[in-house]
């Protein structure tokens, strides 16, 4: 009977009887060696798998790395590979040519200008580079850009960087330059902006309880001028040109003057003052576009248009929804909607008292004459301040 080169299988000839044994035999042979060979191409798989990228098998690695893994007979091949200088993050590739693996050293990269950073809010940024580059803040982790990097602290200073990604032919490059920012104070209420951005943002709604009612801030401020009303409705978070605001949804106290609010300093913000941590500004809405201005000579709206009445309050009205404004003029044709649909009894413009919104400009004409916003079912009103129960005081809270 003759038997195989290799495995000396049995290879009975015409003239022997067949034995069930030598089959058999020859079949434990088979399975064993089969065994074998698929037990050495695993072996070999997981030490490239720990080395190898998954597309180009792209690794680290060293000299003595690459020969082991080019000795593997019946998988790479016999040959060590090409003598090469192996550069800290060099590229391993495959030759089929000679049928091993062989180094590509990658070629350095120059660091990239800094980062901006946008979207600064209490806990998060929005770090941006230059295309091709990945960004982290301080010692944390890189990201791919544009990364929104949440989890920071509120009023801490951190620094952004920025590098050019590891690519197939190029090493990471240093990190940039800093660029320092500063995440914005938490302040009570929402954390998080549930719509527009930090240039005009909406935060969410926040109870009297948690801030101040009216005649709590009356009293902080000294101010005891004109009636109180609407003592306890709530305040709406905003942000405005990378600041924290709160605004009460109605006006707080009517009968007064602007002469009488900037006696205690909460016209322009020169007032303070702290509850549970957190110090306030206390000033009135920007009604206007420019101060002074002549509200008379506003048909186009030029003169209400982008004021921070317009970016805030009008957000909060159902007419920001559905742009049923009685003074269409006035109103921005792209102006948002906070989602918060608001009636003009909700915002207090349904009722002669205090309908009228005291804000800080002052008019051309009539002489010793103030912008006032909104009136009777008319929030986008603009109009100078006479005298009179219509007029009410809806402050701005600022976080400093």
């Known amino acids: 009977m003759k038997t195989t080169t290799n495995y000396a299988l049995k290879k009975p000839e015409g003239t022997d009887y067949i034995n069930v044994n030598d089959l058999n035999e020859n079949a434990d042979k088979i399975d064993t060696e089969l065994k074998s060979h698929a037990d050495n191409i695993a072996s070999v798989s997981s030490q490239m798998a720990e080395k190898a990228n998954k597309s180009d098998l792209d690794i680290k690695a060293n000299q003595t790395d690459l020969n082991e893994i080019n000795n593997k007979t019946g998988y790479i091949g016999t040959k060590n590979v090409d003598e090469a200088n192996i550069q800290n993050g060099s590229t391993l590739v495959f030759s089929s040519t000679s049928g091993k693996w062989q180094i590509k050293n990658r070629i350095a990269q120059s660091a990239p200008p800094a980062p901006t ?164 500004k206390v000033r009135l809405l920007k009604g206007a576009a420019s101060n002074p201005v002549d509200i008379q000579n506003n048909s186009d709206g030029s003169k209400t248009k982008g004021s921070e009445f317009n970016k805030l309050v009008l957000p909060l009205s159902i007419k920001a929804t559905n742009k049923a404004w009685n003074w269409p003029a006035y109103v921005e044709s792209t102006l948002p909607s906070w989602g918060t649909n608001l009636s003009d009894s909700d915002l207090g413009f349904s009722s002669g008292v205090g309908s009228n919104t005291i804000c800080q400009e002052a008019c051309t004409s009539p002489s010793g004459s103030y912008v006032y916003r909104g009136a009777d079912n008319m929030p986008e009103l603009a109009g100078y301040i006479q005298s009179g129960t219509s007029y009410g005081w809806r402050p701005v809270l600022e976080i400093v």
């Open 117 to 280: 950073v946008s979207d600064v809010d209490c806990d998060r940024a929005k770090i941006t580079g230059v295309d091709g580059t990945e960004v982290k803040i301080g010692n944390g982790a890189w990201h791919d850009s544009p990364a929104i990097i949440t989890g920071l602290s509120s009023s801490t200073q951190y620094i952004a960087y920025s590098r050019l990604k590891e690519t197939y032919d190029a090493l990471a490059s240093p990190q940039s330059a800093g660029k320092s920012f500063a995440t914005l104070a938490a302040g009570p209420g929402p954390k998080t902006l549930i719509s527009g951005n930090q240039s005009a943002g909406y935060y969410g709604i926040v109870s009297s309880s948690e801030l101040f009612t009216g005649s709590e801030l009356a009293t902080a401020v000294g101010l005891s001028v004109g009636t109180l009303f609407n003592d306890t409705t709530p305040w709406h978070k905003m942000a405005i040109d990378g600041k924290v605001v709160y605004i009460p949804q109605k006006p707080i106290r009517y009968g007064l003057s602007w002469a009488n609010i900037n006696a205690v300093g909460c016209v322009n913000g020169s007032m303070n003052i702290t509850k549970n941590g957190t110090t306030f």
